[in-house]
């Protein structure tokens, strides 16, 4: 497949490489470096790069796959359909909005619940998709699309945390470029994969003679844009695909946005709302047991109020008010149901939010989660801890016990994570793998048949190695 070039495309980024520096045609995969230089000790080890500014690029989104993404709307990121898997539920992707250090305290952070990805999508073209949010993030701007060629020309501003450097690491600090337009015909004429560019549905950018600026590794799925002529960002592509990083005449491949425009809008509304439609907040996946009454809320914006409520899946006990979209009653039936909820404005919008509502039988033991970051220290033998109390179960746990990790980190390879049972019996979940790759989004079965369910669990957590940072976002355990 011609794609398999910056990541599997670009996991791709601002390469800023100056031109004495030399860079091979490389397939790699989205993944940091073993060493990553910008993780340790800022920008100014960027090889003529330029930094950009906190607030510059409001829109900007860091994935934990190791891609970009851009604020389509408040619950949506479009990024490219490279970086995810298939269309459907997902919960293993974590988005950092709002900062240009990742290691920010002030950072946001959102789980995925669902990905679209472009139909049809083969690794040839049709290059983007979108991740849904678990809630928007409502203080984010969002970043409009183009709908026409009007901006195909001159120079666009590119900007990832990807690798300076074909092959070369993530950095921990956001970086920016400008990358001069290529004409389909143009950017054809490179040979090779070039060949097979698809008109219309890819745009090229790059300094064609001399190289030196580009996109990389790691920058992937991240917006290409350029303003218009009332000063507005505009996202003219996403980045996709190139060989090598920088080199004269292999210049970065992009999405070309305006072919796609009305697909992502539909795509958009489909998931709970597009620009200037109506969006609706869920509450959120839930577990509860049968006999206990329950009362869920969800919230609708954009439209034009007021909104009319309904609901479908909902388990046998419980129903939606049709004026405030509020979810009462006592369910009766166990089992897992698929949610969805809509909300219908005054001019007959629509928009949607959907969840898993999980009811346990009576006696059984529920999944429970601890969500509070808790920062891992660096090279620390002695790690952290997160509880999670269990009470109100009966008898040992399951030789299918589940527990969900979420864990923000620059390379895990550094980590051992470990179960503690009530008794102090430790079940090691990960001991040092995945080497330079981000984060860790995993869900591990264990064998806990010879514990009891009741008792105070813990996760620990230890990082092992220096220079790379991280914390523990969440986990949930599932006897």
Same mark, same amino acid.
């Given at each position: 497949?011609?794609?398999? &070039?910056?990541?599997?495309?670009?996991?791709?980024?601002?390469?800023?490489?100056? $031109?004495?520096?030399?860079?091979?045609?490389?397939?790699?995969?989205?993944?940091?470096?073993?060493?990553?230089?910008?993780?340790?000790?800022?920008?100014?080890? @960027?090889?003529?790069?330029?930094?950009?500014?906190?607030?510059?690029?409001?829109?900007?989104?860091?994935?934990?796959?190791?891609?970009?993404?851009?604020?389509?709307?408040?619950?949506?990121?479009?990024? $490219?359909?490279?970086?995810?898997?298939?269309?459907?539920?997902?919960?293993?992707?974590?988005?950092?909005?709002?900062?240009?250090?990742?290691?920010?305290?002030?950072?946001?952070?959102?789980?995925?619940?669902?990905?679209?990805?472009?139909?049809?999508?083969?690794?040839?073209?049709?290059?983007?998709? &979108?991740?849904?949010?678990?809630?928007?993030?409502?203080?984010?701007?969002?970043?409009?699309?183009?709908?026409?060629?009007?901006?195909?020309?001159?120079?666009?501003?590119?900007?990832?945390?990807?690798?300076?450097?074909?092959?070369?690491?993530?950095?921990?600090?956001?970086?920016?470029?400008?990358?001069?337009?290529?004409?389909?015909?143009?950017?054809?004429?490179?040979?090779?994969?070039?060949?097979?560019?698809?008109?219309?549905?890819?745009?090229?950018?790059?300094?064609?003679?001399?190289?030196?600026?580009?996109?990389?590794?790691?920058?992937?799925?991240?917006?290409?844009?350029?303003?218009?002529?009332?000063?507005?960002?505009?996202?003219?592509?996403?980045?996709?695909?190139?060989?090598?990083?920088?080199?004269?005449?292999?210049?970065?491949?992009?999405?070309?946005?305006?072919?796609?425009?009305?697909?992502?809008?539909? $795509?958009?509304?489909?998931?709970?709302?597009?620009?200037?439609?109506?969006?609706?907040?869920?509450?959120?996946?839930?577990?509860?047991?049968?006999?206990?009454?329950?009362?869920?809320?969800?919230?609708?914006?954009?439209?034009?109020?007021?909104?009319?409520?309904?609901?479908?899946?909902?388990? $046998?006990?419980?129903?939606?008010?049709?004026?405030?979209?509020?979810?009462?009653?006592?369910?009766?039936?166990?089992?897992?149901?698929? @949610?969805?909820?809509?909300?219908?404005?005054?001019?007959?919008?629509?928009?949607?939010?959907?969840?898993?509502?999980?009811?346990?039988?009576?006696?059984?033991?529920?999944?429970?989660?601890?969500?509070?970051?808790?920062?891992?220290?660096?090279?620390?033998?002695?790690?952290?801890?997160?509880?999670?109390?269990?009470?109100?179960?009966?008898?040992?746990?399951?030789?299918?016990?589940? @527990?969900?990790?979420?864990?923000?980190?620059?390379?895990?390879?550094? &980590?051992?994570?470990? &179960?503690?049972?009530?008794?102090?019996?430790?079940?090691?979940?990960?001991?040092?793998?995945?080497?330079?790759?981000?984060?860790?989004?995993?869900?591990?079965? @264990?064998?806990?048949?010879?514990?009891?369910?009741?008792?105070?669990?813990?996760?620990?957590?230890?990082?092992?190695?220096?220079?790379?940072?991280?914390?523990?976002?969440?986990?949930?355990?599932?006897?």
């Amino acid at each position: 497949m011609r794609h398999s &070039l910056r990541t599997t495309l670009r996991a791709g980024v601002v390469a800023l490489a100056g $031109a004495m520096i030399a860079m091979a045609a490389a397939t790699v995969p989205a993944q940091a470096a073993p060493t990553d230089p910008g993780l340790v000790d800022g920008p100014d080890l @960027v090889v003529g790069g330029t930094p950009a500014a906190q607030g510059e690029f409001p829109w900007m989104v860091r994935l934990s796959m190791g891609c970009g993404g851009a604020m389509y709307t408040q619950s949506l990121v479009l990024t $490219a359909a490279h970086c995810v898997g298939a269309t459907g539920n997902n919960t293993s992707i974590t988005a950092t909005w709002g900062v240009v250090d990742l290691q920010s305290s002030s950072r946001v952070t959102r789980t995925s619940n669902y990905v679209y990805r472009a139909p049809g999508y083969n690794g040839t073209g049709k290059d983007w998709a &979108l991740i849904r949010l678990s809630s928007p993030i409502t203080q984010a701007p969002l970043l409009k699309i183009a709908t026409d060629t009007s901006l195909h020309s001159g120079e666009f501003d590119v900007m990832g945390w990807g690798a300076t450097a074909s092959g070369g690491g993530q950095q921990r600090y956001l970086l920016k470029a400008k990358v001069p337009f290529i004409t389909d015909t143009q950017c054809q004429s490179a040979g090779g994969s070039y060949s097979a560019l698809v008109f219309n549905e890819e745009i090229c950018a790059g300094n064609w003679s001399s190289g030196g600026v580009d996109t990389c590794q790691g920058d992937s799925g991240g917006p290409m844009v350029k303003k218009n002529a009332s000063n507005e960002w505009i996202q003219v592509g996403i980045v996709s695909w190139g060989i090598g990083c920088a080199q004269p005449q292999k210049p970065g491949v992009y999405t070309e946005v305006r072919y796609f425009s009305t697909d992502i809008y539909n $795509a958009a509304v489909s998931l709970g709302g597009a620009p200037g439609g109506v969006s609706v907040t869920g509450p959120g996946n839930q577990s509860t047991v049968v006999g206990t009454a329950v009362t869920l809320n969800s919230t609708a914006s954009g439209g034009t109020a007021p909104y009319s409520w309904s609901a479908s899946g909902l388990p $046998a006990g419980t129903s939606i008010s049709s004026s405030t979209g509020q979810i009462t009653g006592t369910p009766t039936t166990a089992g897992s149901y698929s @949610v969805t909820v809509t909300a219908t404005d005054s001019a007959s919008k629509t928009g949607t939010a959907s969840f898993t509502w999980t009811v346990n039988p009576v006696g059984g033991c529920a999944a429970s989660t601890n969500g509070t970051d808790v920062s891992i220290p660096d090279n620390n033998t002695t790690g952290v801890y997160s509880n999670i109390v269990v009470s109100g179960c009966t008898g040992n746990a399951s030789a299918t016990s589940t @527990v969900e990790v979420h864990i923000v980190h620059t390379y895990k390879g550094d &980590l051992v994570v470990d &179960l503690v049972a009530p008794d102090g019996s430790v079940y090691n979940l990960h001991n040092r793998t995945g080497s330079s790759t981000d984060n860790i989004d995993t869900t591990y079965t @264990v064998n806990l048949s010879g514990e009891v369910k009741n008792g105070t669990w813990r996760l620990r957590v230890r990082d092992l190695a220096s220079i790379d940072t991280g914390y523990l976002n969440s986990w949930t355990l599932t006897l």
